[in-house]
């Protein structure tokens, strides 16, 4: 399976926009590109995936390389509740439609 | 839609015990997928399954650990016999398809621990 590379944590201030990267060199073609969040104490939250093109729902922005070996999720204005841990997946044919998930990245949101 | 359900919220019992960890996917999703989490190993996949017919049990630990989905809206994971090791947060979720092109609803998860 294709793997992803993010920073183990990062910090933000509120009301600030957040930049959190990702690669994934090895991608697929087939290979979509998916963002999930798990809030403390809550279970992993879907929060916004991609294939190629860039894509903006209510919560974040997804910018994903030309090339498609990075993408970066955008929080537009950071709020304390989006301290969280981020984690970057692909999610393709090859792995029979299982999300694995790996270590994330660790947000955290100052006022 | 109340969304996917765990129960328990909370599970302690003592080693050796059985323990079974139930789930109720989100009607209509035709995808579920087991989890444990743990500090030292992160989120892992147990089992997936489509269709209520297990796809991939190749997470599953080792035998004390069984799922079964005998219909759509219903889910057991059971460990039988329980260690202290296998103290953890568990989660359930369901996907409409398990495709690529779609998204997987998580349940609150249970908390077992094993003394």
């Known amino acids: 399976d294709a793997k992803t590379t993010q920073p183990n944590s990062m910090e933000s201030n509120e009301e600030e926009p957040v930049h959190l990267p990702c690669n994934h060199s090895?991608?697929?073609?087939?290979?979509?590109i998916h963002w999930y969040r798990q809030l403390p104490s809550q279970g992993p939250e879907y929060v916004i995936h991609g294939l190629t093109s860039n894509v903006n729902n209510r919560m974040a922005s997804l910018a994903i390389a030309e090339d498609r070996k990075s993408s970066t999720l955008i929080l537009h204005r950071a709020t304390l509740r989006d301290a969280a841990v981020y984690y970057c997946?692909?999610?393709?044919?090859?792995?029979?439609?299982?999300?694995?998930f790996g270590q994330g990245t660790t947000l955290q949101v100052k006022p | 839609d109340a969304g996917v359900i765990q129960s328990p919220r909370h599970e302690v019992t003592e080693m050796g015990q059985e323990v079974t960890l139930r789930c109720k996917p989100i009607s209509g999703h035709n995808s579920l997928f087991w989890y444990r989490q743990t500090m030292m190993r992160g989120l892992e996949l147990l089992i997936y399954f489509n269709n209520n017919v297990p796809i991939d049990d190749s997470g599953m630990p080792e035998d004390r650990f069984s799922a079964k989905m005998p219909n759509a809206s219903f889910s057991t994971l059971k460990i039988q016999p329980s260690e202290p090791r296998d103290s953890a947060v568990y989660f359930c979720?369901?996907?409409?398809?398990?495709?690529?092109?779609?998204?997987?609803?998580f349940g609150q998860g249970t908390r077992l621990t094993v003394v």
């Open positions: 090895t991608i697929s073609g087939t290979d979509y």
């Open positions: 979720a369901s996907s409409p398809t398990g495709t690529r092109r779609t998204e997987a609803f």
């Open positions: 997946i692909l999610h393709g044919s090859s792995n029979t439609g299982k999300l694995i």
